[in-house]
């Protein structure tokens, strides 16, 4: 039975402890320690069983937005069993974590610099020394793509940088971003694992894709490629992009769909016997425990979709209208309802305003729902970033958009203008929680009172 509204905290209220519930429960230090049963000198994975007094040396690598929170959690696991390591992490994503022999590199996101080519260097020196009687551990998170590079020959720092420019301007899904990165990287792809040579491979990775396709997710470095040169032209052609990209990515791309250059390693590739790749927590972990609080706090709660993914604004008109379904006829869930999505959609930039995907959901949203007291909209990333800026997301109710136009705002303009967040800085309506130290796609909650 659920609760009166006068037991409930605010919708407002309730929204932000919602995915302050979904945030907890991706923690990355409580998905390392599922992960890693160590019982003496035995390191349990899964089914499978790493004798640590047999290894010579326990190597631990990492790039990501969470990789920093998991190599504390992997120090505080295996201890003196760490022979050295290297860890590339998105800046401001590592105060106030400390590790001992696992070095931290900040470098930048989702736009590569050099701090990130620098680090992914000392990483390849790590692997370049492995021999069959170690193992390497590889802290694999979401951001990942941008903080572990090495360029295919002939492709310059810049190169990439206007590679993935472009591709964020065009609304490229993650999937399409990815083909076109591993195909321009000697990293990518299954590659990583490649340069492992002898060593035994452990992967352990904090998803951030939408239904955890391993050779997705940091463009997976570590796993079988399902992608092509031939798929990578495709994108290009696709998205009109041939004109866009430096010209240097084109041609190899295109040598490569020619056969002039051996394809990224596939499935049944003898590499990886010695690879164990292990998803350690994803979306839907985040999502149940946003379901599992909404309830607690007494309303009648309902998990969409974990699979949300298209542009923002068309996705935020379709919780407009489930608001007003709700609203006007109890259907598909009772009033006081709360609706939990995750996934992770996309913008086309039309403007030049400040913002990111989980903003724009809240200011689409908050036109939708104009007038509508009863309802809130809230949209985060659970990264606790979102696009270039420094909130999360944002949270938007029936009255935000009457709220800014006694401020002199126009909410439909700076939707125009890709411009939400100087939209919801002075309403105070950002989602500000700083670096999270976890990243699992983005949650979305709406509430009907």
Not at 62 to 77: L, P
Not at 235 to 249: F, W, Y
Not at 302 to 326: D, N, W
């Amino acid at each position: 039975m659920s609760a009166s509204p006068g037991d409930m905290p605010s919708p407002r209220e309730s929204a932000r402890a919602i995915f302050r519930a979904a945030l907890a429960a991706a923690d990355p230090r409580r998905a390392m320690r599922r992960a890693l049963q160590r019982d003496g000198d035995q390191l349990r994975v899964q089914d499978r069983v790493y004798d640590l007094a047999r290894l010579r040396n326990v190597f631990v690598i990492g790039f990501g937005k969470a990789s920093a929170t998991m190599a504390q959690a992997a120090e505080e696991i295996l201890g003196d069993r760490i022979t050295r390591g290297w860890v590339n992490v998105k800046y401001a994503h590592t105060a106030p974590l400390a590790t001992g022999k696992i070095h931290l590199r900040e470098a930048a996101h989702p736009l590569l610099d050099q701090n990130a080519l620098d680090g992914t260097q000392k990483i390849l020196e790590i692997l370049d020394g492995a021999t069959e009687n170690d193992l390497v551990i590889a802290l694999v998170s979401g951001g990942g793509s941008a903080l572990l590079e090495l360029p295919s020959a002939g492709v310059s720092l810049d190169d990439l940088r206007a590679l993935t420019d472009a591709l964020l301007r065009c609304g490229a899904t993650i999937n399409e971003i990815n083909t076109l990165r591993k195909h321009s990287s000697q990293v990518k792809g299954g590659q990583l694992a490649r340069r492992a040579r002898q060593a035994q491979l452990l992967a352990l990775i904090l998803s951030d894709v939408i239904g955890s396709p391993l050779d997705t997710i940091a463009s997976g470095p570590t796993a079988p490629d399902a992608t092509t040169f031939a798929d990578a032209l495709n994108v290009i052609e696709r998205r009109g992009l041939r004109g866009e990209i430096p010209a240097s990515i084109v041609a190899h791309i295109a040598r490569g769909a020619r056969g002039e250059i051996p394809d990224t390693p596939k499935t049944g590739d003898p590499i990886f016997a010695r690879v164990q790749n292990v998803i350690i927590a994803d979306l839907t972990i985040a999502c149940d425990a946003a379901v599992e609080t909404a309830r607690q706090l007494g309303y009648n709660t309902r998990l969409l979709s974990s699979f949300i993914q298209g542009e923002a604004r068309e996705f935020a008109k379709f919780l407009g209208a489930i608001a007003r379904e709700i609203d006007a006829s109890n259907r598909p869930v009772a009033k006081l309802t709360c609706i939990v999505c995750g996934g992770e959609t996309t913008v086309t930039l039309r403007g030049k305003g400040k913002g990111g995907r989980n903003q724009e959901i809240a200011l689409a949203a908050a036109i939708e729902i104009a007038g509508m007291p009863n309802v809130v909209v809230l949209s985060g990333g659970t990264d606790g970033t979102d696009g270039p800026t420094d909130a999360a997301g944002a949270i938007a109710d029936g009255e935000t958009v009457a709220r800014a136009s006694a401020m002199g705002m126009d909410a439909r303009a700076y939707l125009a203008n890709n411009d939400a967040y100087n939209f919801f800085q002075p309403m105070g309506d950002l989602l500000l929680t700083g670096p999270t130290g976890t990243n699992v796609n983005d949650v979305m909650v709406m509430i009907v009172g």
